[in-house]
């Protein structure tokens, strides 16, 4: 077994230079020349090494992370049991194409995925690279076990930027703008949305499903694809009841229920998936993102009577359940269980709840609180009104990063700033990250 890294990081958050310092500052010149302009980073500065909750730039400044890439280093950075793992997958070997010969590991994170995913029915995964290939392969399959077409979304997805999932989200720019044409046969739907629609999950649901039956048909219907808790839409977590009435009227039709679990999955609510909060049983799952703590890895896990209609091949692809990712999901799965990570998520929601709510006492431009585990959320305002305030929300995360933190805005009106820190972030560390976004929103007031 490969020894882990040693710890040399330091646990605190350190501003050596200005941000992004001389050195990152560099880089981003080189990049300007190299990489296309089509890719943008939110915070320009260039990362050497990272541990827990903390990233040092090639300045030596130590940043922390209270977005882990994007819900992707649940746990946080280097962790020991992931890098033993990775380490030793890449001695023995990197990759066989599993279609080809295949491997234990990519078996062992099927049944961990059937064993974790909601429900005691049999099922069956598929492995992909990223999520936006696990969405995808999920609807080709619900496509197929239904013989319909039609995929139900809704108001403020994301679900990916490829063809088909550019189609499935909502958002046109930066994603769909110019982009098209689009794939058919998806139609989108309002979303339960507490904050501004003021209706309760069954009223929405009501909304939701008659806008299906109307515009579409139920009998058309191959599936309704759903983020549990909207990730990129700005983190609406919808009323209590709205799930559950739309899984009962999916399975009362004959339609597939698509849980896109690849943001709010793996302990980042305080549950294995968002889904599990309601107690809704979906037929099919798509994961990626905390599956495997950064390596490329997504799943698709459902009904063995849907995922096995699939012909033999119909499913694939030449990296998919790669073994290095396949080693870094079973440590993933293995350390979140063995430290209980889902508690601390449920721990982190009540410290930052707390300190959020009551910043929104003192400041006129936060609308909203929202969200559950380490997947919490501030909706921007402009003060008296619900109207966005993007500006705001721009200018936080301006402040964050000058300062050390990492924060992420999203939003379909680009107002909404979201906080997914490692689950590792220590009690200390969250409450210098909670000051400084603090003092951030008051400065933006
Ligand atoms: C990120 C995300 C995707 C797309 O995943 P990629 O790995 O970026 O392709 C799909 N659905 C949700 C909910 C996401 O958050």
Partial sequence: MVSSVESSVGTNRKVVTELPGPKSRALHERRQAAVSAGLTNGFP??????????????DGNRILDLGSGIAVTTIGHAVPELVDAVSAQVAAFTHTCFMVTPYESYVEVCEELAALTPGS????SALFNSGSEAVENAVKIARLASGRQAIVVFDHAYHGRTNLTMALTAKNMPYKDRFGPFAPEIYRVPMSNPFHDGLSGAQAAARAIKAIETQVGAHNVAAVLIEPIQGEGGFIVPAEGFLPALSEWTTANGVLFIADEIQSGFCRTGDWFAVDHEGVIPDLVTTAKGLAGGMPLAAVTGRAEVMNQVHEGGLGGTYGGNPVAAAAA???????????LASRARELET????SLRSLQQDVAIIGDVRGRG?????ELVQPGTKDANAAAAKSIVTYCNQHGVIALACGTYGNVIRLLPPLVITDEQLEDGLDVLAAAVRAAS
Avoid: P, Q, S
């Avoid at 500065?45 to 090639?58: F, K, M, P, Q, T």
């Avoid at 029915?121 to 069956?124: G, P, V, Y």
């Avoid at 380490?374 to 501030?378: R, W």
């Fill in 45 to 58: 500065i260039y990362i050497e090494r990272a541990e827990g909750a903390i990233l040092v730039d090639v």
């Fill in 121 to 124: 029915h049999a099922k069956t």
């Fill in 330 to 340: 079973l440590a993933t799965i293995k350390t979140l269980r063995d430290r209980n």
């Fill in 351 to 354: 410290v930052i709840l707390k």
């Fill in 374 to 378: 380490a997947m919490i959320a501030i």
